[in-house]
């Protein structure tokens, strides 16, 4: 019903940046919420990043003044600038939506396949 298609991971030194992209098509009616999930190896998922419907953001207090999320409600996607990376930011990074696909059906989540960013020199 929903396709995430997730792009722009890879591997980048300490210090430097990347900006993921997650398109969602399908049948959408209307998205309430985009963001960003990642989980490192033996760690649980985690929250890095939220924007809801309009402009609302939140954000892990690990990547607040590093990250930022913004969302291109014309072509249903949504993107993660990520600078001054570290090494601890390396994990796979999952788009997640919060989608309603008809009027009279309430919203359900929707994930991407993920994609690998690691930062190493």
């Known amino acids: 019903q929903v396709q995430l298609v997730e792009s722009g991971g890879g591997l980048v030194q300490p210090g430097g940046s990347l900006r993921l992209s997650c398109a969602a098509s399908g049948s959408i009616f209307s998205i309430n919420a985009m963001g960003w999930y990642r989980q490192a190896p033996g760690k649980e998922r985690e929250l890095v990043a939220r924007?809801?419907?309009?402009?609302?953001?939140n954000y892990a207090d690990s990547v607040k003044g590093r990250f930022t999320i913004s969302r291109d409600n014309a072509k249903n996607t949504v993107y993660l600038q990520m600078n001054s990376l570290k090494p601890e930011d390396t994990a796979v990074y999952y788009c997640n939506v919060f989608v309603r696909v008809q009027s009279f059906r309430p919203p359900s989540y929707y994930w991407g396949q993920g994609t690998q960013v690691t930062v190493s020199s």
């Open positions: 924007i809801i419907s309009g402009s609302s953001t």
